[in-house]
């Protein structure tokens, strides 16, 4: 009982079983969800398709995590992840040789270059103007699509270039590349913040920003850099998501990103207080999101409603993580439970007075 109750107050209890609980529905409805097949050296099926479609919104919540962990948050992202693919795709496509590799290099260097301009802005803006996060990412925001508009003169770009495909179509020891790319970066990002003072750093500075900075902490350099690295993190998913469809497209490229990067950081429990995070849980909550996505699309779900029914699950969960929530449920339930016993003990005491 002792290691159930630890079990059921781990953190990543809830979000693993709601991924449990994902994968058997659609297992039973559609029992070839779990089937995998071997096909030119690279692993194919529902699950591997989950995985690759996962690696954008990883890179992109994973940027979101730090950034919330400083007790801010960037809606900028969807915008940024979108000037990536137009910057990169531009290049490609004005290229008298798309296809090769030293292009396909700067391309993707510049477009990265170009996404770490637009991080440092929006911490320039939340660490030394003082803006407030979300308007000043709101900002940037709505610039970044109109940005990502002139680089493409407004066209929807399109290039054939084998090297640049490979990244979201390509597989390495069996698995996609794209999700391989986003795993590395979330280990590399985990040791980081793990192995050293930093995570302490962020989640001091995410406490109380101004108790930090009296105590020596460099918050507004730790605030900064934490907007910055998101910025190149949603730049490298947009190289991922015009890589899969070898397009730049300003409008819809990575359009309500943000709001699903925002629901995979809650569900993985990160505080949206700051000061407490937890990647491990971010990539988990990644997970939740898009099998959730992947099953919506498979039952038939109009578009139109999927905000909605992606809404009430992820309501559903949070509300299981909650321990006020549960400790509201179950202390109703010790009350009934213990009405009928002080009834009887007080209908004894009345017969023994008697």
């Known amino acids: 009982m002792t290691m159930l109750r630890r079990m059921v107050r781990h953190p990543l209890f809830w979000p693993v079983l709601a991924l449990v609980v994902l994968i058997i529905v659609n297992t039973i409805s559609r029992p070839s969800f779990v089937s995998i097949t071997v096909k030119d050296g690279g692993l194919y099926g529902s699950l591997i398709d989950i995985l690759r479609n996962s690696s954008q919104l990883m890179l992109v919540s994973l940027g979101m995590t730090l950034v919330i962990a400083t ?14 693919g137009a910057v990169s795709l531009t290049i490609i496509g004005s290229s008298d040789s798309p296809g090769d590799l030293g292009t396909v290099t700067v391309a993707i260097l510049t477009g990265l270059l170009v996404t770490l301009v637009l991080g440092i802005w929006n911490g320039f803006l939340v660490s ?11 900002l940037l925001m709505f610039a970044g699509r109109g940005i990502a508009m002139l680089i493409t003169k407004g066209q ?12 979201s179509s390509g597989h390495l020891f069996g698995l996609p590349v794209a999700f391989l790319i986003a795993l590395v970066v979330v280990v590399l990002v985990a040791l980081v913040v793990r192995r050293t003072a930093l995570g302490m ?4 500075v995410g406490i109380n920003p101004e108790a930090s900075r009296l105590a ?13 690295l998101s910025g190149v993190l949603a730049g490298l998913a947009g190289i991922l998501y015009s890589s899969n469809i070898s397009a730049a497209d300003a409008n819809n490229a990575g359009l309500n990103i943000e709001l699903d990067a925002i629901l995979a950081v809650v569900i993985g429990g990160t505080s949206l207080m700051g000061g407490k995070f937890s990647i491990s849980g971010t990539v988990v909550g990644v997970l939740v999101i898009q099998t959730l996505t992947t099953s919506i699309t498979f039952l038939g779900v109009p578009p139109a409603v999927t905000p909605l029914f992606k809404a ?41 007075a008697r």
Not at 71 to 84: H, N
Not at 128 to 138: D, E, G, S
Not at 216 to 228: E, K, L, P, T
């Open 71 to 84: 007790r801010g948050i960037d809606l900028s992202v969807g915008a940024v992840l979108a000037v990536s």
């Open 128 to 138: 030394v103007v003082k803006i407030q996060p979300i308007i000043a990412t709101l």
């Open 156 to 167: 929807i770009t399109t290039i054939t270039s084998a090297p640049y495909r490979y990244l």
């Open 201 to 204: 750093l962020l989640e001091a």
């Open 216 to 228: 020596g902490v460099q918050s507004r350099g730790i605030i900064w850099m934490v907007y910055a």
């Open 312 to 352: 009430l699950v992820v309501i559903v969960i949070c509300l299981v993580q909650s321990q006020k929530a549960r400790d509201m449920l179950f202390s109703r339930r010790r009350r009934r439970a213990a009405a009928p016993a002080a009834a009887v003990a007080q209908a004894e005491a009345e017969a023994v």
